[in-house]
């Protein structure tokens, strides 16, 4: 009895062990794989305004609340509140001014407060994707709970 016990609490370890190892495992992605994110035209009566939606591939789908890890170019919003975000792009071609897409630039919610970063300065993060196809005072990408791993 007492060896069937510790057969089963032994594979129930090796088995959560593995699933708590996948769950937090971190996919390097890159911005050409975002890139696959299609838009469509969206117009918001509450808003009187249209905006794009993004309709995201179902490979892309598949990481919506998943650990990633990507390699960007920072952009400061505001530097003195901490906000920032990733861009496929230095700034001089960013989404903001170089007439980049919005699948090229993310939000991030850093875990904790970050470094004073600069504009330009190329980072890898980790973090867990959000997909935003809903909130137009957002980008299409969030990576929350972001860390630098560079």
Known sequence: MLKLFRNTALILIITTSGLYAQENTARLIDWKFLAKVTFKDKYYPDLEAWYVKPVFPESI????????????YIIPLDVEGGVYA???YPF?????????????????KFKE??????????????????????????????????????
């Open 92 to 108: 001089s071609a960013c989404f903001f001014c170089g007439g980049a897409g919005p699948e090229s630039v993310m939000s991030l």
């Open 86 to 88: 990733l861009s496929a």
């Open 61 to 72: 789908q598949k990481l919506d609340g998943k650990r990633v890890i990507i390699k960007g």
């Open 113 to 150: 407060t970050p470094r004073r970063f600069k504009t330009d300065d190329v980072v890898t993060l980790s973090g867990f994707l959000k997909l935003n196809d809903s909130n137009v005072d957002e980008f299409s990408y969030i990576l929350q709970k972001a860390e630098e791993i560079d």
